[in-house]
């Protein structure tokens, strides 16, 4: 299933993405959660339930709707750094470390952006950067989480843009605030459920800055592969229904370039992961 959060009529809810169309779930399943994290909390059997909604007459054409983060309201955002080797490379190149571990930073949950929404020049930076990543949806509440029993943990996939400010960034060691402007976390266009990707750890990504292609990967190419990170990060921390994982950029991001090219106004940066559609995010100058 492709699931979406949407604003139609000042009102948000969830759909299912059938064709070009998207059906209306709140209004064909009345009980049913209003969010993403709490759908998603409701566990396996409605799921099922949302999996058995049919199109009809109520649902809505893509050009009526404003489609949302597909989880608006995770508890967090993580997003591990230089996951992919030729991008830890450049990143050495200017200085940072190639880490031992797995290196995992914040980027909080008010950065989250739609999949077509403008994202933000700050005012006190030029600096803003694009990464393209494959996003991971948790979809159990789960602690201390094995290798082998990583994927029974993951509601589904989705593609990301871990948006950075360079010099914030690097400010300080744990990147967050670099990491966490508002609007610098646009994700989507839609959850699409790990039953319809059967592998992914074989996903050709790419990202293009208005046309030109910059970054393109295999997510095989990871470092630490998807199941290594949610077992990792479940030693720390209890992981929670719409907790969104982004699993690393490769190389290719701006300031790995020699003159370095940083994000301008009005640049417009697309994100595709294979199997999963696209996001496409133009900058504007912050209000
Ligand atoms: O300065 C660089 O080259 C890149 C620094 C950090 C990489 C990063 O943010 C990541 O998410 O990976």
């Given amino acids: 299933m492709k699931l979406v959060s949407y604003e139609y009529a000042g009102q948000r ?3 299912k993405v059938v064709g070009e169309r998207v059906i209306p779930l709140n209004q064909v399943l009345p009980e049913l959660p209003r969010s993403m994290a709490a759908l998603l909390a409701a566990g396996a059997e409605v799921l099922a339930q949302v999996e058995r909604v049919q199109v009809d007459d109520e649902a809505l054409e893509f050009t009526q709707i404003r489609l949302l983060p597909p989880v608006t309201d995770p508890q967090k955002y993580l997003a591990i ?6 991008h830890a490379e450049e990143a050495a190149r200017n200085g940072v470390p ?9 980027k909080q949950v008010s950065c989250l952006n739609g999949p077509f929404d403008p994202v933000e020049m700050p005012k006190v930076s030029d600096k803003l950067d694009y990464e393209a990543e494959l996003g991971v949806v948790i979809g159990k509440r789960c602690r201390h989480v094995s290798v082998a029993e990583a994927a029974s943990v993951v509601a589904g996939y989705l593609v990301c ?7 914030w960034q690097m400010r300080s060691p744990t990147f967050t605030l670099g990491k966490s402007f508002d609007t610098h976390g646009p994700i989507g266009p839609w959850l699409v459920t790990a039953d319809e990707v059967p592998d992914p750890h074989n996903l050709m990504m790419r990202c293009w800055v208005n046309g030109e292609l910059r970054q393109e990967t295999n997510t095989g190419d990871m ?15 209890t992981l929670e229904p719409g907790d969104i994982l982004a699993t690393g950029t490769p190389a290719g991001v701006g300031v790995g ?8 106004v009005d640049d417009v940066v697309r994100i595709e992961v ?14």
Wanted: net charge neutral; charged share 25%; glycine share 8%.
């Fill in 257 to 264: 370039f020699d003159p370095k090219r940083f994000l301008a």
């Fill in 81 to 86: 750094g230089m996951n992919y080797k030729a």
């Fill in 161 to 167: 843009n871990d948006v950075s400010v360079r010099d």
């Fill in 13 to 15: 809810g969830l759909g």
């Fill in 274 to 287: 294979e199997g999963l559609g696209y996001i496409e995010n133009r900058v504007v100058a912050e209000k």
């Fill in 223 to 237: 470092i630490y592969n998807i199941w290594e990170q949610i077992a990792y990060l479940s030693t720390v921390m």
């Fill in 98 to 106: 190639i880490p031992k571990s797995q290196l995992w930073f914040n």
